[in-house]
């Protein structure tokens, strides 16, 4: 670990990942970078399943070799007591009620479109799992939406549930979904993006 206090096991072009890496990087926290390719089934190997032996990234190592898993998670555990997440009882279970939302309602419908749209070739079966995908994703589309029609962000002041969501959400036409519809969707991607600490996709910024 050497001078960093946190090492991130990840794939650069990972939504998942780059929720670790927005944060790290809201909080100007400083940190070493190890890609992992998932492609080329990195994390099914002996080394990667030690860390994590559910084979999948993010992975955060702290300094003292302790790993943590599953991006969420990781978010929680970089945010909470900083100004990412709320003091108040309800309002920290409002950032949960989302971050929930984006695991079990937009990541399996609109990350994973992205996915096959961008790492796979399509064939008959992935075709019809886009075609499944799609209304489930509008629809978790159609949500945020409508809470932001007449929300800044999510939960008060910018927090982690706005990372959460933004991570697949401003690559969501990646995933076959247009957004040119949802101005409020749109005003708050902006809104994210040009904050001076952001950092886009595909980019490592190690503070």
Request: charged letters at 25%; glycine letters at 4%; proline letters at 3%.
């Given at each position: 670990m050497a001078e960093y206090p946190y090492k991130l096991y990840?794939?650069?072009?990972?939504?998942?990942?780059?929720?670790?890496?927005?944060?790290?990087?809201?909080l100007q926290l400083a940190y070493s970078y190890q890609a992992v390719d998932i492609l080329a089934g990195e994390t099914r190997q002996a080394d990667f399943l030690a860390l994590n032996p559910n084979g999948r990234i993010p992975v955060l190592q702290l300094a003292d070799g302790t790993c943590?898993?599953?991006?969420?998670?990781?978010?929680?555990?970089?945010?909470?007591?900083?100004?990412l997440v709320p003091t108040d009882r309800l309002q920290r279970a409002r950032v949960l009620q989302w971050m929930f939302f984006?695991?079990?309602?937009?990541?399996?419908?609109?990350?994973?479109?992205?996915?096959?749209?961008?790492?796979?070739?399509?064939?008959?079966?992935?075709?019809?799992?886009?075609?499944?995908?799609?209304?489930?994703?509008?629809?978790?589309?159609?949500?945020m939406?409508?809470?932001?029609?007449?929300?800044?962000?999510?939960?008060g002041e910018f927090s982690i549930a706005d990372i959460a969501l933004f991570a697949y959400t401003h690559v969501a036409e990646e995933g076959g979904f247009k957004l040119a519809s949802?101005?409020?969707?749109?005003?708050?991607?902006?809104?994210?993006s040009s904050h001076p600490n952001h950092c886009p996709i595909n980019t490592i910024s190690q503070a």
């Open positions: 990840d794939y650069p072009d990972s939504g998942n990942g780059y929720k670790v890496r927005l944060i790290l990087n809201h943590l898993a599953e991006s969420n998670a990781i978010l929680w555990y970089l945010g909470d007591t900083t100004h984006e695991q079990y309602n937009h990541e399996p419908n609109i990350a994973t479109s992205r996915f096959i749209l961008k790492h796979t070739e399509i064939n008959e079966e992935r075709q019809q799992a886009l075609d499944q995908k799609r209304p489930a994703g509008y629809a978790a589309l159609d949500v939406e409508q809470h932001l029609a007449n929300n800044e962000f999510f939960v949802y101005s409020a969707i749109q005003r708050w991607i902006d809104a994210i």
